[in-house]
């Protein structure tokens, strides 16, 4: 193991150890080894194996192979987290304490050097968040130091490191501000910013961090808003593939976002005219930000414009948010205030995040909408089911959305589901319970692979050739038996608990009717229980 200034005790040694001959194993495996890193009696026990991979860095980084790679990330992942774990001791005054937290900064740093630029740079953003976690001066301004002169990639990984800053409320302000806005990474001066705006909005300062850089900040924001604009005219001139276009888009988008938004809270009206060309800008989130600040800065340019944006759902939820804290929002038309036209804002949203759909419905019409118990309510809550559908050049995409207590929308083509289904379809998929789980066909204990195996007996004796279950569900004090039944050739997902047999054949032969199949036996379920 590698030397520490810190005691290294047998039994770290030994979990150590272990820990890295897993590694070892899966490095040298055949691909199908998964370690599963134990956590450590002591977080702090990370440190040793952080120094151990981050001298040997060079052997690990070599290795290509997908499974040694996912099984090298899973113990970054880790290792970040113990080390932000051997830090919840905030007692100053104890230099024990003082010296681990210390330590566990220098080893998730020395990684994240290592890691920023190599396979596993998804793995940066945890490690840097370290220094930002430890909530002490000297390491905070590390973290600074490291984001101006070495920054990640990611966008993702610049937030998460910073991430604690929301989080903890005893950290020194100048250590990151205003010194952080010198960044030119578009990534950490939005996530900066946010930070920034959200100590503000929390009331925890009484003057806004960036204040002194508003001049600097104005100017910012009209070349961004000026590079959108030429963006939205021609694409091409920014990149030659759609992702590197997409990711100058995301970057200045978010980053103009951030900016509206300051600019909303320090409030100098040098930045009006700025705030007027972002306003004119297609972005809808740009927009909507632009007419707030440009409200809250008393132009009735940016209330008009808000009002009008009331209609259009891809931004309803925010505006009427925003027209309430600026005190107009009896002035927005009821129909656009009403239950209905929030659900169908929320799935809009939901549809145009970047994971979803990228973008928001062209129309969007409601199915049913039905007052029903809900996992996680107490009380009864509207649920909605809509169509909504895109329009393209070679057609129409449609499919059946769902919002309410949440939004989601399935993969699979839900237009022929039973609206029963189509609902209980929903519910199954948002009940998370620790009594509600999984287990692989081939995994299953020695009674739960019997009672599978009976009742595949049965269902083969009385309604199918031949059953290939696929996992054996735990639900409470049910179980229930999800695959696919053959008969006359033809596959079909089923889900059977020992009395009901659940075939949804108007449902496709594949992984994702699988996982609506047992959705839809669970839905069946709590509506029995809850109804």
């Not at 800008?281 to 440009?294: D, N, P, Q, S, V």
């Not at 050049?393 to 189509?422: I, Q, T, W």
Request: proline share 5%; hydrophobic share 45%.
């Amino acid at each position: 193991m590698a030397h520490s200034i810190l005691e290294i005790s047998e039994d770290a040694r030994i979990w150590g150890h272990r820990t890295l001959q897993q590694l070892e194993h899966a490095e040298s495996g055949d691909g199908l080894y998964c370690p599963d890193f134990s956590d450590p009696a002591d977080p702090i026990w990370a440190v040793f194996v952080a120094q151990e991979i981050e001298e040997e860095w060079t052997r690990w980084e070599s290795n290509t192979n997908p499974a040694f790679c996912s099984s090298m990330e899973r113990l970054l992942q880790k290792l970040a987290y113990w080390l932000r774990q051997s830090m919840q001791r905030r007692d100053e005054d104890d230099e024990v304490a003082a010296l681990k937290r210390l330590v566990a900064v220098q080893s998730a740093t020395a990684l994240y050097l290592k890691v920023r630029t190599s396979q596993h740079a998804k793995t940066d953003g945890a490690l840097l968040q370290v220094a930002f976690a430890s909530g002490h001066q000297t390491a905070i301004t590390m973290g600074v130091d490291l984001l101006l002169q070495q920054p990640p990639d990611a966008w993702t990984s610049a937030s998460l490191a910073l991430s604690p800053l929301l989080q903890y409320r005893e950290w020194d302000l100048d250590s990151v501000f205003p010194r952080i806005l010198e960044s030119s990474n578009p990534s950490i001066l939005a996530s900066a910013l946010d930070i920034a705006n959200h100590l503000v909005a929390q009331k925890r300062v009484d003057e806004h961090p960036c204040q002194t850089k508003a001049p600097e900040l104005t100017v910012l924001l009209g070349g961004i808003a000026q590079r959108l604009g030429l963006l939205e005219e021609n694409p091409s001139k920014f990149g030659d593939t759609p992702e590197a276009i997409q990711r100058i888009l995301f970057d200045s988008v978010s980053l103009c976002v951030s900016l509206c938004h300051t600019m909303s809270l320090i409030g100098d009206e040098k930045c009006v005219g700025k705030l007027m060309q972002a306003s004119e800008l297609k972005h809808r989130r740009i927009r909507t930000e632009a007419a707030f600040a440009l409200a809250k800065l008393n132009q009735e340019h940016g209330t008009t414009m808000l009002l009008e944006m009331a209609q259009d759902p891809a931004v309803r939820i925010r505006v009427l948010a925003y027209a309430d804290e600026l005190g107009f929002l009896d002035r927005i038309d009821e129909k656009h205030r009403s239950v209905l036209a929030v659900a169908e804002s929320q799935l809009a949203q939901w549809l145009a995040q970047v994971e979803q759909m990228g973008l928001p419905p062209t129309k969007i019409e409601l199915l049913e909408q039905r007052t029903l118990s809900w996992p996680g309510f107490e009380a009864p809550q509207e649920c909605f089911v809509f169509r909504f559908g895109y329009e393209m050049h070679d057609g129409e995409f449609s499919n059946v959305g769902f919002a309410g207590p949440v939004a989601k929308a399935f993969s699979l083509d839900l237009g022929n589901v039973p609206l029963d289904d189509a609902f209980s379809m929903f519910a199954g998929w948002d009940i998370e319970h620790p009594e509600a789980y999984e287990t692989i066909a081939n995994r299953l204990a020695v009674a739960e692979s019997r009672l599978m195996d009976e009742w595949r007996v049965v269902l083969e004796l009385e309604h199918f050739d031949s059953v290939e279950p696929a996992f054996f569900a735990h639900f409470f004090e049910q179980n229930v038996l999800v695959g696919y039944g053959v008969r006359e050739g033809r596959s079909q997902a089923i889900a059977f608990d020992g009395h009901d047999l659940i075939v949804p054949t108007y449902l496709p032969s594949n992984q994702d009717a699988l996982w609506l199949t047992y959705y839809l036996w669970r839905g069946r379920e709590f509506f029995k229980t809850f109804a």
